[in-house]
């Protein structure tokens, strides 16, 4: 199961840089910068 876990990690990962990058430049910046105030924070 942790296996299955990380795999589908991986898929989000995928999923997040390839919608951060065909969404608008200004969405896509908006969205890194909600990214990374979690980061901070976590």
Known sequence: M???RARQ?????KAMK???I???K?????V???LNTF???G
């Open 26 to 30: 200004f969405l896509g910046g908006f």
């Open 32 to 34: 890194k910068a909600i």
């Open 2 to 4: 942790a296996r299955n």
């Open 9 to 13: 990690n991986l898929e989000e990962g």
């Open 18 to 20: 390839f919608y951060t």
């Open 39 to 41: 980061s901070k924070n």
């Open 22 to 24: 065909k969404l608008p």
